[in-house]
């Protein structure tokens, strides 16, 4: 069965440091990756999506950026963060066909102050 | 523009009750809708999806209905049970690209 990762749970960060949460997926491959971000109240704002090694794709401007390394591991980094970079941060994967469900992970909590 | 909207924001209701939640979406070429179910603190899970073709689909006490002429859909709740306070979430996915809009979702607390 196929298993999604995200670390850390929880993060509090002060404004201006970097950030680094990792994504890892088990029990498939060449799996299509999503990193979306949730605030209070709002709906899931798609950050990055990525259908292989090394490709991805931004769809919307922001302080924040994605890597690909390996198949199964997506990093959402930050060089400086800001206050507005606070919220919930999801990953998710799906298969190319079968409707596309998309298999979230447990998500990260980040605390910018 | 493509957009998923959702209704009410939040509704409260007591432990074995029904209720339905809505969904209306302007979203095109349609491809499917799912419903998902998140709990606080996780991540999303799905509950059903639905096509172009289904107008009802239940999931043990869930049960949605699609009418893609009108571009509405709801999720129905039979018999409400306090594990079911989460939030449920729409999503719409396109025929071109792969391309997903969600819903901002509907904040589900049932009390005893």
């Known amino acids: 069965s196929q298993t999604i990762h995200q670390w850390p749970a929880t993060l509090v960060q002060p404004v201006g440091s970097p950030l680094s949460l990792e994504c890892t997926v088990e029990g498939t491959s060449n799996p299509n990756l999503y990193w979306y971000r949730q605030a209070a109240g709002r709906g899931l704002q798609l950050l990055f999506y990525?259908?292989?090694?090394?490709?991805i794709s931004s769809e919307v401007p922001q302080n924040l950026s994605a890597s690909r390394p390996q198949d199964r591991q997506f990093i959402l980094s930050s060089k400086k963060l800001l206050l507005s970079d606070s919220g919930f941060y999801l990953c998710?994967?799906?298969?190319?066909?079968?409707?596309?469900?998309?298999?979230f992970g447990p998500g990260t909590r980040l605390t910018v102050l | 523009k493509n957009q998923v909207e959702q209704s009410p924001q939040s509704l409260i209701i007591l432990e074995g009750k029904n209720c339905t939640l809505q969904?209306?979406?302007?979203?095109?070429?349609?491809?499917?809708l799912r419903w998902y179910k998140q709990d606080t603190g996780r991540g999303p899970v799905s509950l059903t999806i639905?096509?172009?073709?289904?107008n009802t689909k239940s999931n043990g006490r869930y049960t949605a209905t699609l009418d893609a002429d009108t571009k509405q859909s709801s999720l129905h709740i039979t018999a409400s049970q306090l594990s079911d306070s989460a939030s449920y979430i729409c999503?719409?996915?396109?025929?071109?690209?792969?391309?997903?809009?969600f819903g901002t979702g509907t904040s589900l607390t049932v009390i005893p």
């Open positions: 639905m096509t172009f073709s289904e």
């Open positions: 990525s259908v292989g090694i090394g490709q």
């Open positions: 969904c209306n979406y302007t979203v095109s070429p349609f491809s499917n």
């Open positions: 999503v719409v996915r396109t025929n071109t690209g792969n391309q997903f809009y």
């Open positions: 998710a994967w799906s298969r190319l066909n079968r409707g596309n469900e998309q298999f």
